[in-house]
T-cell receptor
C-alpha cells in the first residue's frame, strides 16, 4: 500500500524557532506538495516540487522554505516560526503530471506559542 | 485559474442517498477528482472522472458533465462513518490544482 509519512502528528514550538517538517513517500513519485489547512480557508499550497532539488512557490510561500535533496523526501522549513503559522500542515505526493490523484500524509498540527 | 463551488453543509440520515454537487471554472481541463477527509485526518482520494458520465466504486459514485462544468459525488446507503468533509478538485499542474472549500456531510442515526 502506498504511503506518505509525516514525521510528527503534533508539534508545539515557540515564536522565532526554526521548525522542520519532514515528509517521506515510498511510491517513487515525482511530484510532492506542502499544503496548510485552516478552518474556512481550505487547502492552500505553500510549495511544490517536480523533481529532486527542484522547488516552486505555491500560493502562500512567505515565511517558508523547502528542501528536496532526495526524491522520496520533501521538507518544509519555517525559518522563524510565528503565531500565524499555527495550522495543520499536509504533505502530498502524486505520480501523474496532471495530479489527478494525490496521496496525503496524516498531517502535522503545528502550534506556535 | 480555477474556481469551484460546493455546498458548505449537507445532512442526511443513515441508509439514505446524498448527492454533493461541484461546479467549476477552470482554464484547462483534466477531469474532476474527489477526496474525503474525516475530522482531524488527512484527505484521501475517492474517485477521478476523466470523461463524462458516471463512475461507480461500491457505495460511492461520481458523475461528470464537462459541457455543464458540473460534477457530483453520490453516496448511497449512508453510514455513520461517512460523516466527513468531501472536496472536489479539478486536476492540473501543481500551480493550477485547486481544492474546493469542501462539503461537511453529517449522517444522523
Amino acid at each position: 500500500d502506498v504511503k506518505v509519512t509525516q514525521s510528527s502528528r503534533y508539534l508545539v514550538k515557540r515564536t522565532g524557532e526554526k521548525v522542520f517538517l519532514e515528509c517521506v513517500q515510498d511510491m517513487d513519485h515525482e511530484n510532492m506538495f506542502w499544503y496548510r489547512q485552516d478552518p474556512g480557508l481550505g487547502l492552500r499550497l505553500i510549495y511544490f516540487s517536480y523533481d529532486v532539488k527542484m522547488k516552486e512557490k505555491g500560493d502562500i510561500p512567505e515565511g517558508y522554505s523547502v528542501s528536496r535533496e532526495k526524491k522520496e523526501r520533501f521538507s518544509l522549513i519555517l525559518e522563524s516560526a510565528s503565531t500565524n503559522q499555527t495550522s495543520m500542515y499536509l504533505c502530498a505526493s502524486s505520480p501523474g503530471q496532471n495530479n489527478e490523484k494525490l496521496f496525503f500524509g496524516s498531517g502535522t498540527q503545528l502550534s506556535v506559542l | 485559474g480555477q474556481s469551484l463551488e460546493q455546498p458548505s453543509e449537507v445532512t442526511a440520515v443513515e441508509g439514505a442517498i446524498v448527492q454533493i454537487n461541484c461546479t467549476y471554472q477552470t482554464s484547462g481541463f483534466y477531469g474532476l477528482s474527489w477526496y474525503q477527509q474525516h475530522d482531524g485526518g488527512a484527505p484521501t482520494f475517492l474517485s477521478y472522472n476523466a470523461l463524462d458520465g458516471l463512475e461507480e466504486t461500491g457505495r460511492f459514485s461520481s458523475f461528470l458533465s464537462r459541457s455543464d462544468s458540473y460534477g457530483y459525488l453520490l453516496l448511497q446507503e449512508l453510514q455513520m462513518k461517512d460523516s466527513a468533509s468531501y472536496f472536489c478538485a479539478p486536476p492540473g499542474s501543481a500551480r493550477q490544482l485547486t481544492f474546493g472549500s469542501g462539503t461537511q456531510l453529517t449522517v444522523l442515526p
